[in-house]
């Protein structure tokens, strides 16, 4: 019997049609994920190459002066991006993924990024994240919003009601066709995923698979709901439409001029201004002060002698450190404002569940804001060691061929953050129960009525 | 109010015609007895069972035939029958349910057609099959011969009264007054949802009937 009723839902006009232009945008999206990740690839071979060519041509030229050489040497922090970061680029496409820093002050560094297409940028990826978040329910309501009202409409259900001793079931029947032909398609598209990004079949897949399992099934239990409202078909389409247009577009457009609003950053600019002003005043600021205000952070190095030409290495560099220190509240102020904002916004999510699965699928892939806040930490780390690294050096005129060089290879961030897995299923589960639930109680008392 | 008052059994083997305006009250009749509607009082029992308590139960000695077949149209004849009598819980075998179209009057060529291509008889012959796949004691018809051709409509009225011969109770809502007449045992007339007249049909000609029921509506 099931077979005849695939049957009769494959045959309907426009389904195929359906169902094979939600499978090309699905290889159209591993193939651009796919991409993505080559062009990571590449880039991080390009850097490293970069960073090896740069520092035997800077230190052929400069081997007499580590204060010059190190103005000129990029030392390079890549963030790795997981294979599966090709199904959700997350900020990925947007944030950089490698930071290139010299020893001089972070916080002008801090935001160089990439060259990217602002065209691409407006219209954002076509990954696989947005296949599943935004094209499958769309599939999935033009498949199920006329279940059981179009053939109440007809008058087949009464056929249906008096041939049929349990009329749930044969209710349970029409979903389970159309949701496991929608599963059966996502099955296929990760099948096709794990071998074209070389995905590993670990722990992060299975979360990433479940995640999106349970996203499709969300969206069939509030068609299972509306259905079951006893409504007429095209009220039924307009009110499933109005859903996805309010849970896809309106709420996260609203719960983003939220966050922004509630956590404004003024900080942004004051970092900058701070950071220039309070390494730019310095050329003209006694040089005995700066260096005071440097030993104040670092007081290892109070036995370096006070400058007494008009430009000394030392005095240079404390004023770049003296620069960050001076902008260092306002940034730490950023960063805390940018963290409350992935806070709140991860927050008001979780009843917002496509909001929530895109957030989720990028914590998973390591593409999100949360891992991007951690790689810019990560960069502060890296920088702060290398800075203490070399102040050692060239304060104790350590010349440029007693360094070993070679060990300054690029350096990787891997996110070893948690993720939740488990908890980060919940409130899908919870509205996914509550919608089929609902539908339930409803089923049970329309579904016999003609 | 639909219906008022309303009193009326049919036996097994018996043929109960119902007959009467449009409104008078004939499909809420047979919308009773199928569970669609609850009486606001008194009572429809089918094989002395409570329909509105017992929906489940009822149901399985009912067939059904409404005036306009709606089935599957991307499935063929023979996969629409094939489907609804397992709704019902019957394998049937190809040949089985080849027989059962043919029985009902569906031309075999028409069999592995999909129903979009149907014209309303041959929908109405395919709800045929349905009802009779079913082996129903009770069958509920609402107006079964509207769209049947007079031949198709004559073998139907056949394979009525070969049923009510093997012992099944029929209830048929129609305006087709000879067609009653025929076929019947008994003429029930309707009018502004109360049963009437209950005349025995072999007491009648069809002239008489026809006389009758247009002094009554």
């Known amino acids: 019997m099931i077979h005849l009723a695939f049957k009769n839902f494959i045959r309907a006009r426009g389904i195929r049609a359906g169902l094979i232009l939600l499978l090309t945008a699905g290889v159209v999206s591993l193939l651009i994920g796919r991409q993505f990740l080559n062009r990571q690839t590449q880039a991080v071979s390009d850097v490293r190459a970069a960073q090896q060519t740069d520092f035997t041509r800077n230190i052929a030229i400069h081997q007499d002066e580590l204060g010059l050489l190190l103005y000129y040497l990029k030392f390079s922090l890549v963030n790795t991006s997981l294979p599966i970061s090709g199904l959700s680029m997350g900020q990925r496409d947007i944030n950089p993924s490698i930071q290139s820093v010299t020893i001089r002050a972070l916080e002008s560094q801090r935001y160089d990024a990439d060259l990217t297409n602002p065209a691409n940028l407006l219209l954002g990826n076509l990954d696989f994240s947005f296949v599943l978040i935004y094209l499958f329910p769309l599939l999935l309501i033009a498949c199920c919003y006329n279940l059981v009202s179009d053939e109440r409409e007809s008058g087949t259900w009464k056929i249906v009601v008096v041939q049929s001793p349990n009329i749930l079931s044969a209710i349970y029947r029409l979903y389970a066709i159309r949701v496991g032909t929608l599963l059966a398609l996502l099955a296929l598209l990760f099948l096709l995923a794990i071998p074209l990004l070389r995905l590993p079949p670990n722990n992060t897949l299975a979360a990433f698979v479940g995640l999106s399992v349970l996203y499709v099934l969300f969206w069939a239990t509030v068609c299972f709901w509306i259905t079951s409202l006893r409504k007429s078909s095209s009220v039924n389409a307009l009110l499933l439409v109005s859903i996805w247009l309010g849970l896809l577009v309106l709420l996260p457009t609203l719960v983003n001029t939220y966050v922004i609003a509630r956590y404004p950053t003024p900080e942004a600019l004051e970092t900058t201004l701070a950071a220039r002003k309070g390494y730019h005043e310095k050329w003209d600021t006694n040089k005995r002060q700066t260096m005071q205000a440097f030993f104040g952070h670092y007081p290892q190095f109070q036995s370096i002698p006070a400058p007494k030409l008009a430009f000394d290495w030392p005095w240079y560099y404390a004023m770049q450190q003296v620069g960050d220190d001076e902008a260092s509240r306002a940034a730490s102020a950023l960063r805390q404002k940018v963290g409350q904002r992935e806070t709140v916004s991860r927050q008001l999510a979780q009843f917002i569940p496509p909001l929530h699965a895109q957030l989720q699928l990028n914590e998973l892939a390591r593409s999100g804001l949360g891992n991007q806040l951690r790689f810019q930490e990560a960069t502060g780390r890296f920088h702060e060691k290398l800075r203490l690294h070399f102040y050692q050096r060239m304060f104790t005129d350590t010349p440029v061929k007693a360094e070993n060089w070679n060990r300054f290879d690029v350096q990787t961030f891997r996110d070893e953050a948690p993720v939740s897995g488990l908890a980060g299923l919940l409130p899908l589960l919870v509205f996914t129960g509550l919608f089929a639930g609902l539908g339930w109680l409803n089923f049970r008392k329309t579904a016999e009525m003609a | ?217």
């Not at chain 2, 089918?46 to 077949?69: C, D, M, R, S, W």
């Not at chain 2, 009264?161 to 012992?167: E, K, N, P, V």
Request: with cysteine.
């Open chain 2, 1 to 217: 109010m639909a219906l008022d008052a309303l009193n009326l059994t049919v036996a097994p083997g018996e043929i109960f015609c119902l007959l009467g305006q449009n409104g008078a009250g004939k499909t809420t009749t047979i919308n009773l007895f199928l569970g669609f509607l609850q009486p606001t009082s008194g009572q429809a029992l089918i094989n002395g069972l409570n329909v509105a308590e017992h929906p489940q139960e009822t149901k399985q000695f009912l067939a059904y035939l409404p005036e306009t077949v709606m089935l599957y149209a991307n499935l063929t004849g023979l996969e629409n029958l094939d489907f609804f009598a397992s709704l019902a819980g019957f394998t049937l075998s190809r040949d089985e349910l080849r027989s059962l179209l043919s029985r009902a009057g569906l031309q075999a060529e028409a069999h592995t057609r999909r129903l979009a291509s149907y014209s309303k008889g041959m929908r109405q012959k395919v709800g045929i099959a349905i009802a009779l796949a079913k082996q129903a004691k009770v069958l509920l018809l609402d107006e079964p011969t509207s769209g049947l051709d007079p031949k198709a409509s004559n073998e139907f009225s056949d394979l009525l009264t070969q049923l009510s011969a093997d012992g099944t109770a029929i209830l048929m809502a129609t305006h087709d007054i000879f067609r009653s007449k025929e076929v019947g045992t008994h003429i029930g007339i309707m009018r502004a949802g109360h049963l009437v007249e209950t005349l025995p049909a072999a007491d009648l000609t069809a002239n008489e009937l026809e006389a009758i029921y247009l002094q009554t509506v």
